[in-house]
């Protein structure tokens, strides 16, 4: 993602906006305090936002942490030149990945003897100590050892010299503020601590909260804490402060204007009639860029800061809006669909919350074949 500006070729692309990602760290950082470490979530592309930049940034912000989801992407970070920040591997590592754990400097979730089993045999080959973080399950019900079972496991690490139990944590199930099985999580991993301490094992990091625990249960923070969503200015489930800036931006151009008679069908299945003389732009945008043809008829994009409806079912690779309140559309004309236009906003969740699902899922469905394009937005 080395480019500055926007190519005139390209008419379709994604802006990320680095000085947004800047302000959304430095409100996280204020929030949790100086003694609160932050990993910052940059798996799968970093939520669409492009992987490299975003880590090299969150670098430079003075991140404590990268957290990724496999070993995979781990690499593709070190191979970006970014050294010397830790990198944790939130899934852990497949077997016969221990080697490049070691290669890349990477620090693996562990829960599994196998996994404890492999960092051993390969740590001693290199004659090296490979630290891990112990993974926890306080209810998400998937990967890490039971809660119950911590202090055991952990034992288990300690067997061997050439590892090093860096860090403990667990996932939470729910991202609703006030929700009491997100107590009951919190309870849990506390209990794990208390069992561990009780062995005599004081790992450096202790982390439980995403975004959610971030913004809403300050008693999940622990001494780390792991943002995602809020990172990149989107707000978990029945949240919307503190205020958070959009880091991304989708836009696309007018490719051609039509007019169309009054009862006129118009896209696949005849799925929109027209009620009048209509006039209807076409967007060089579809599901094949992950626009997804279930936001169909039920929103709308911006022109000019001003609201053109999206009318019948999104191609692969077209959408149709409607502009016939509106003079001086021309074709070239910028069209907006994630992002600022004049004052007027549209965010991932103005797509998600009619379809119940995540901001994040709108945000890692936009293709990555797109061109994106950094942009330094005003600070303030």
Known sequence: MPAKEKKPFYPTWVEIDLNALAYNFHMVKSLVGPRVYIAGIVKSNAYGHGMVEVSRKLTELGMDMLAVCFVEEGITIRQAGLKGIPILILGGFQPGQGELLVQYDLTPAVYADHMIEELATVACKHQTVIPCHLKVDTGLGRLGIHHSEAADFA?????????????????????????????????????????????????????????????????????????????????PT???????????????????????????????????????????????????????????????????????????????????????????????????????????????????????????????????????????????
């Open 155 to 235: 034992c288990t690490i300690a067997s061997h010299k050439e590892l090093r139990m860096e860090g403990i944590f667990s996932h939470l199930s729910f991202d609703e503020p006030e929700h009491k099985f997100t107590y009951l999580q919190i309870e849990r991993f506390s209990k794990a601590l208390s069992q561990l301490q009780a062995r005599s094992f004081s790992p450096r990091y202790r982390h439980l909260a995403s975004s959610a625990g971030v913004l809403g249960y300050p008693s999940s923070w622990f001494n780390m804490v792991r943002p995602g969503a809020i990172l990149y200015g989107s707000y």
């Open 238 to 380: 029945g949240y919307s402060q503190p205020h958070l800036k959009q880091v991304l931006s989708l836009k696309t151009t007018i490719m051609c204007l039509k007019k169309f008679p009054p009862h006129t069908p118009i896209s696949y299945e005849s799925s929109y009639i027209t009620k009048r003389e209509s006039l209807i732009a076409i967007l060089p945008i579809g599901y094949g860029d992950g626009f997804s043809r279930l936001y169909s008829s039920v929103n709308y994009l911006l022109w000019q800061g001003k609201k053109v409806p999206i009318v019948g079912k999104i191609c692969m690779n077209f959408t149709l809006v409607d502009v016939t309140d509106f003079t001086g559309v021309k074709p070239g004309d910028e069209v907006v669909i994630i992002g600022e236009c004049q004052g007027e906003y549209l965010r991932a969740a103005d797509f998600a919350d009619p379809l119940n699902i995540l901001p994040e899922e709108v945000l890692c469905n936009i293709d990555k074949s797109l061109p994106r394009f950094i942009v330094e937005k005003n600070k303030t």
